[in-house]
C-alpha cells in the first residue's frame, strides 16, 4: 500500500459529475489534489473545496502541452476522467471527440512519461461492450470490446494504447464504469437512472425506447470509491489491468428501473415505444475488482431512486430541466 499524505493526484475532468465526487473523496482521505479541467461545464462544482490547502485547481485545456506541463508540476498519480463524454456530445462535435478522447489523451500520456508521473488511472466505459453477442451473458473483462459509436471507439482506441505502453515506468490502470447515478457536486440529470426518476419526481409520463435492454449501474460516489482503490492497491494487482467497476448484481433493463421508479413513486405513468435509439445491450460481470481490489459498492439503483426522488420532491433542484445537468 502507498503512503497516500505524500502523494499529489491530478485529476483531469476533475470540474466533472464523477470527477468532483472524487476530488471530494481524495481530499477525504487526506490525498492533495489538483483539478484540471476547462470548465465546459462551469466551476461550481469545485466551490466546496475552494480554500482547502490540499486543494489546487488549474483552469486549462488537455489539447494544450504547455497548460498540462504546467499541471503535471510536482503531481505523482494522475487521474485521466477529461472527455467529452456520451455519444450524443461526441455525435455533435465528432472532431473535438477525436482531439480529446483520442489525440490529447494519448499526448498526456507521453507528458505522464516526461513528467515521471508513478501511477495512470484511466477513467473508461463498459459502453466498450457495446451489444452482447449471446443474449443475456454476463461480460467479464475478457470479453470482446465491440465498440458501436465514436464515444466509445475512442475509450477502446485509448485503452489499446495504454496497454500497450509495456515499456512504461508508469503503473497503469483501466476502470471500466458502469453507468452512473446519484448525486455529486456537478450533478447530471441526462444519465438513465437520474433522469428517469427525476421526470417521474416531477410528474412527467416516461417514454422508454429499447426496454428490454441491459447496462450495469453504479452510484457515483461508489465509483469514486473505485478509483481510489486503484490508485492505492499493490502495484502488481493492476498494472496493465482493466476493471469492470460496479456490482455483478446491478445490472437492469430500462424496464426494470421503471418497475424500482414506480415503486418510489407509484403514480408513475410508462410508455414503450418500439424504435431502439440506442443499439447498446450489455450485461457486466464485476467480479474481478471485488476479488482483486476487495471494492464492494455501498448503494444501489434503488438506493439512487430514492435518492434522487427526494432531491426534487423536496424541490432542492430550482431549474431541474436546466440544460447545465445535461453534456451537450
Ligand atoms: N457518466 C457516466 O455514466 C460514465 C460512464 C462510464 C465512463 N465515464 C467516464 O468518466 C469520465 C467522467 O465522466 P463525467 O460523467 O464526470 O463527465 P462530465 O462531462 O461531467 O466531466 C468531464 C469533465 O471534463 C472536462 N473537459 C472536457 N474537455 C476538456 C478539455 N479539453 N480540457 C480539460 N478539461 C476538459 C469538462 O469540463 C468536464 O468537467 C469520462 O472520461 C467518461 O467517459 C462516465
Avoid at 503535471?72 to 473535438?96: F, R, T
Avoid at 471507439?153 to 503503473?171: G, P
Avoid at 435509439?277 to 430514492?306: A, H, Q, W
Amino acid at each position: 500500500m502507498v503512503n497516500k499524505q505524500s502523494k499529489t493526484v491530478l485529476v483531469t475532468g476533475g470540474a466533472g459529475y464523477i470527477g468532483s465526487e472524487l476530488v471530494r473523496v481524495l481530499l477525504q482521505d487526506d490525498f492533495r489534489v489538483v483539478v484540471f479541467d476547462n470548465l465546459s461545464f462551469g466551476g461550481e462544482s469545485l466551490l466546496s473545496f475552494w480554500g482547502n490547502p490540499a486543494f489546487t485547481f488549474i483552469k486549462g485545456d488537455l489539447r494544450h502541452d504547455d497548460d498540462v506541463r504546467n499541471a503535471l508540476q510536482g503531481v505523482d498519480y494522475v487521474c485521466h476522467l477529461a472527455a467529452i463524454v456520451g455519444e450524443p456530445p461526441c455525435k455533435k462535435y465528432p472532431e473535438l471527440a477525436l482531439e480529446v478522447n483520442w489525440h490529447a489523451s494519448v499526448r498526456l500520456y507521453e507528458l505522464c512519461e516526461e513528467a515521471g508521473i508513478e501511477r495512470f488511472v484511466f477513467a473508461s466505459t463498459c459502453s466498450n461492450y457495446g451489444k452482447m453477442a449471446v443474449a443475456d451473458a454476463l461480460l467479464d473483462e475478457t470479453a470482446e470490446l465491440n465498440p458501436i459509436s465514436l464515444y466509445s471507439e475512442t475509450k477502446v482506441n485509448f485503452e489499446k494504447y495504454l496497454l500497450s505502453q509495456e515499456n512504461s515506468t508508469i503503473t497503469r490502470t483501466i476502470l471500466r464504469f458502469s453507468t452512473v447515478y446519484g448525486i455529486s457536486p456537478r450533478p447530471r440529470f441526462d444519465l438513465t437512472v437520474n433522469e428517469f426518476t427525476r421526470d417521474a419526481a416531477l410528474g412527467k409520463p416516461l417514454l422508454i425506447y429499447g426496454e428490454n435492454f441491459w447496462r450495469p449501474y453504479c452510484h457515483v460516489s461508489d465509483l469514486a470509491r473505485s478509483v481510489k482503490m486503484a490508485l492505492t492497491a499493490d502495484a502488481g494487482k493492476v498494472n496493465g489491468e482493466a476493471f469492470n467497476v460496479g456490482d455483478t448484481g446491478q445490472n437492469y433493463t430500462k424496464k426494470m428501473l421503471a418497475a424500482e421508479i414506480g415503486k418510489a413513486i407509484p403514480s408513475l405513468e410508462v410508455n414503450y415505444h418500439p424504435v431502439v435509439t440506442d443499439p447498446r445491450d450489455y450485461k457486466v460481470n464485476c467480479d474481478k475488482i471485488k476479488n482483486v481490489l476487495g471494492f464492494e459498492i455501498s448503494k444501489t439503483v434503488p438506493n439512487g431512486i430514492t435518492e434522487i426522488a427526494s432531491l426534487f420532491r423536496e424541490q432542492v433542484i430550482s431549474e431541474p430541466m436546466s440544460a447545465r445537468y445535461g453534456n451537450v
